[in-house]
């Protein structure tokens, strides 16, 4: 195959030379030049670049080029082979090092020590932002950031957050793995709902998602009509309800608030027992905590795919194996059943977070896809009922869960 690709360059050199030597033999005595870059692919030759990816072989084509012992993408020197360097082809591969200190300029330098420039950049891929462990995290406290093509160093790549009056405020970068899709950051003192931005030397990110989403919250715990983190015994709010054992709260033990109250269900040791029934949250409109359902956006019913179900959940202990099911509709008196099997959506959590909070995303259009066939579920702007009960076959190791700032955000 070595000897396949040595003589396909071989070949594509002596026709270049012939072609050269024909037009510009007058010029053979003359300053060097360069007349465009092309790929090596002889059924490609007439595709002119002005750039190229990281290790990509190029013809570099001109006349008076035959003393070339050097070629330079930015600052980054190319490994050059004399054969493949005639008087009219200097046929060379792009460096795979990232460049530092970017010129967008190819540089041959000759055998007398004189150069020749040309403009010429190298295509490297600028950072993306797919999505960070909790969107929701107090300032002071590590944050990490999954995408790719974070390339750089501590020193040279940038993060920043969106600040009080709108500016970016600048975060202070921890690490970032040597396979450039993961940074951690400290988030800075005055964050505010919005998107992250990311800046290495090769480009910008900005986050589709926001941090500290703050947009279409339809349950934030805060709001609550009884005492001890509870609805009023008998209210519309069927539970938790006085005397029930989940409540709201911004203080249980090993859980930190993240935004004010937060919906905490405690079981102790050893965990959730199997068919156990555990109301997490349930109740019909006229409940005051239930106001917010309404901010479900019209847009996410007849565009689901544009939208996703995001929360924050905290575990101590394993939710592995547990069936969470969740209704929401215009009228829970409808729902013949709210355990497994019947027409809800069933949240199956296989994490443990270990006190932490981590962002749980759900594509809305599989969650709303529950009801579309019954028309149980359709946008209504004075708001839904709610049912969300944990209930299945299997024991379940966590002894406690908190979640917190429910929302129906865009996915872009």
Known sequence: MKSIYKYSLLLLMALTIGALWSSCTKDDSGKPFISYVRVTN??????????????????????????????????????????????????????????????????????????????????????????????????????????????????????????????????????????????????????????????????????????????????????????????????????????????ATSSASGIQSINGNYLYNPFGAPGYGAWSWNEVWTGNQPAQELDSLKNIPQEAFTNPGGYNLKFEVSTIGSLAGAYINIWIGNSIGSVSSRGPGSNLYEWQPNIDTKGKWQTVTIPWNQFNAYAVPTGSFVYNSNGYDISIVMQGGNHVAVQAFAIDNVRVVPNN
């Open 42 to 247: 002889p059924s490609s030759a007439d595709s002119l670049l002005s750039g190229a990816s990281l290790g990509q072989m190029l013809a570099i084509m001109g006349n008076n080029l035959g003393s070339t012992n050097q070629v330079w993408f930015n600052d980054q020197k190319a490994q050059l082979i004399s054969t493949y360097v005639t008087n009219g082809t200097v046929l060379v591969r792009v460096p795979s090092t990232l460049p530092l200190n970017i010129t967008n300029k190819l540089k041959l330098v000759f055998a007398n020590g004189s150069d020749l420039e040309y403009n010429f950049a190298v295509d490297v891929n600028k950072p993306t932002i797919s999505y960070v462990n909790c969107e929701y995290i107090n300032d002071g406290d590590s944050l990490l950031i999954y995408g790719n093509y974070f390339f750089g160093d501590t020193s040279s790549i940038k993060v920043a957050f969106t600040g009080s009056n709108k500016t970016l405020v600048s975060a202070k970068l921890l690490s970032v793995t040597s396979d450039a899709v993961r940074l951690t950051v400290k988030v800075p003192t005055g964050t505010v709902p919005g998107p992250i931005t990311v800046t290495n030397l090769y480009g910008k990110a900005v986050s589709g998602l926001w941090f500290r989403d703050n947009r279409n919250i339809i349950l934030d715990f805060d709001n609550m009509s009884g005492s001890n983190g509870q609805g009023v015994s008998n209210g519309a709010l069927w539970h938790p309800a006085q005397g029930d054992w989940n409540r």
